[in-house]
Structure formats: structure tokens, C-alpha cells
């Protein structure tokens, strides 16, 4: 959204502009670890996204996202499950690291 000079205090929404922003592609960040993403938003979700382990501090393991649930499953035994969207499940929860896969 780009401010009007002319008006201050009004936003307008300059789709010509979206649209020469949105044709930019570029190599996701995470290209060097083996993703092939061409986009600007995609990272925040990228599978090859690097990583430490959040349930130690001293545990030292940094790898891609994707490889977080066999590290916490098999170093860590956290408690697992997976689940299917759309499909209701229960979820008893206790005072530990629990680790969800979908």
C-alpha cells in the first residue's frame, strides 16, 4: 500500500505495483540446503529451514526443519503423534515437550 501524497491520511492499495513485486522470484534462502522454492513469502514455511533444538540448550543439534521431529522422537523420546487436518483428535497434555506432525 503506498501513501497519497496528496491526502496523508489515506492509503491506497496500488495493484500495478502488487503485481511488479509479486513477478520478482528469487531463490529461497534455504537453496544452499537444498530447496528449489522460487518465491518471495515462502520461507517462513520452508521444510529446509535451519534449526536448533528447542527442548535443550546444551543439546547442540542444528539441522533442517524437517529433520526436528526424528531428532526430538529419538534423542529426546518426546511423546509423538501424528494427525490429519480436518479430522478431530484428543490430546492429553503434560508438563513436557510434545511434538506434532501432520
Not at 500495478?16 to 531463490?27: G, N
Request: proline share 4%; net charge negative.
Amino acid at each position: 500500500m503506498c501513501q497519497i501524497f496528496a491526502g496523508w491520511s489515506r492509503l491506497e492499495r496500488s495493484c500495478d505495483m502488487e503485481r511488479a513485486i509479486q513477478s520478482f522470484l528469487v531463490d529461497c534462502y534455504y537453496a544452499n540446503h537444498g530447496c528449489q522454492e522460487k518465491t518471495t513469502y515462502y520461507e517462513k514455511a520452508c521444510p529446509h529451514m535451519r534449526c536448533s533444538c528447542p527442548y535443550s540448550s546444551g543439546c547442540g543439534f542444528a539441522g533442517q526443519a524437517a529433520e526436528l521431529w526424528d531428532h526430538l522422537t529419538a534423542h529426546h523420546k518426546c511423546p509423538q503423534m501424528e494427525f490429519q487436518y480436518g479430522v478431530e483428535f484428543d490430546l492429553r497434555v503434560e508438563p513436557t515437550v510434545h511434538v506434532t506432525r501432520h
